[in-house]
């Protein structure tokens, strides 16, 4: 039997949802990501079964004040997702100033922090625990590649880009 353990990067599946509605006029931000990670086990062979998704993302709670309905919707999304079986790992926001060339001042932003680190995390430990045989990681940058490529040197011997490998296997799916 194949396991198969998703970890899914909330912050870059939210923003690729935004952009199918700008070029479609569809909103797919209640996507059920746990039918998505189901629909694509065949991929992974006839043995395959979905053993764990994980979903990392931030709530930004910067913006209760200006939109307290966003939060609210949030952390309902969150809590559809945890009822469908999916496990949530949450970072956080930190406020950053940047200096703006428009406005020649500074300007507050909000950055989202540990999202990627903690995925990066969770690949070394899935391996390390011998948790799974394939692992795919949804996600829309390339933050993770050191991650990868250390996965690669810690267990070259479980670890392949190809899918029809009986071994551990760590297939990325950028959006």
Same mark, same amino acid.
């Given at each position: ?24 006029? /569809? ?12 629909? /694509? ?32 919707? &949030? ?34 932003? &909000? ?65």
């Amino acid at each position: 039997m194949n396991r198969v353990i998703f970890l899914i990067d909330g912050f870059n599946i939210y923003h690729s949802t935004l952009d199918i509605k700008r070029h479609t006029g /569809y909103s797919t931000k209640w996507l059920d990501l746990a039918s998505l990670c189901k629909s /694509y086990i065949h991929l992974f062979g006839k043995g395959a079964k979905v053993e764990t998704i994980y979903y990392f993302s931030a709530i930004p709670y910067y913006l209760e004040a200006r939109n307290p309905g966003k939060i609210k919707r &949030h952390k309902n999304y969150i809590e559809c997702l945890e009822s469908s079986g999916i496990n949530i790992e949450l970072g956080r926001f930190k406020v950053k100033y940047i200096f703006c060339d428009k406005c020649r001042s500074m300007v507050l932003k &909000h950055e989202e922090k540990e999202t990627d680190v903690k995925i990066a995390i969770k690949v070394v430990e899935i391996f390390l625990n011998d948790n799974c045989d394939t692992t795919v990681i949804v996600t829309g940058d390339t933050d993770l590649s050191p991650a990868i490529r250390k996965c690669r040197t810690l267990f070259p011997d479980r670890l392949s880009i190809s899918v029809l490998d009986s071994m551990t296997v760590l297939f990325i799916i950028l959006l």
